[in-house]
């Protein structure tokens, strides 16, 4: 990740100073910006990621997303103290690709960055999923877990393996809605919540207390890869 250019958008200096030191010693260049117009100017510079707060002076972190997804697609990171469903939903819906509220902890701030320059690298693509005891081979679509193949239905593949490809994101429900059943579902839930019961029975040893398909209340699911397992 050396080198590797990150936009900070806050207008918090204290927020700036510590996310601009944390990336910096990792190697990152990290530039900042205190207002949309500021973030604005300095996209045109083209950074490998944003990290964006949503709380700016001139203008909605949301109208921001937005506007830069019109012109450029690279990776946003929103870092906000809105820890509402709506406001996650709205976040991820208008192109961001996660969501971290503050307070937020350093080290896991640095992994969701790794996390989203690798996705937009295209290394998520890798055909064969490895995390803990279960692994996914996406192009046999077969499923092991402790080194036991465990069968699933089609559907059920098909929503562990949008899962797959947006590792370590969340994927709102009405994506997975969208991209499993079809683009006329969307307020269907509880076919969602249906299948991730069962999903969770196969591949997870404990579902009430599952280690890789968690739950973003009120916005979607998240699959976790070994690193980010807490």
């Known amino acids: 990740m ?5 936009l900070v958008v806050d207008d918090e200096p204290a927020i700036l100073r510590t996310v601009e030191a944390n990336l910096g010693r990792r190697g990152f260049d990290v530039d900042t910006a205190r207002t949309a117009a500021e973030a604005m100017t300095r996209a045109e510079e083209e950074p490998d990621l944003i990290v964006l707060d949503l709380g700016l002076p001139d203008r909605d972190g949301i109208d921001l997303i937005r506007a830069i997804r019109q012109r450029w697609r690279t990776p946003i990171i929103v870092l906000s103290v809105r820890d509402g469903e709506r406001d996650k939903v709205r976040a991820l819906e208008h192109g961001a690709d996660d969501y971290l509220t503050k307070p937020f902890g350093v080290e896991e701030l640095v992994a969701r960055v790794r996390v989203a320059l690798r996705h937009a690298a295209g290394l998520p693509g890798e055909r064969v999923f490895r995390s803990g005891d279960l692994v996914v081979d996406v192009e046999r679509r077969r499923v092991f877990v ?20 947006n590792a370590d994101r969340v994927v709102t429900d009405a994506r997975l809605l969208q991209q499993v059943w079809g683009p006329e579902y969307g ?14 029975k196969k591949i997870e040893r404990d579902p009430q207390n599952p280690r890789h398909l968690r739950t973003e209340p009120g916005v979607g699911y998240r699959l976790l890869t070994e690193t980010t397992q807490r």
């Open 2 to 6: 050396s080198g590797t250019r990150v």
């Open 187 to 200: 307020d269907e839930d509880h076919y969602l919540h249906v299948y991730v019961a069962r999903l969770r």
């Open 146 to 165: 402790d080194d036991e193949e465990v069968r699933l239905t089609p559907t059920e593949f098909s929503l562990l393996e949008v899962l797959v490809h």
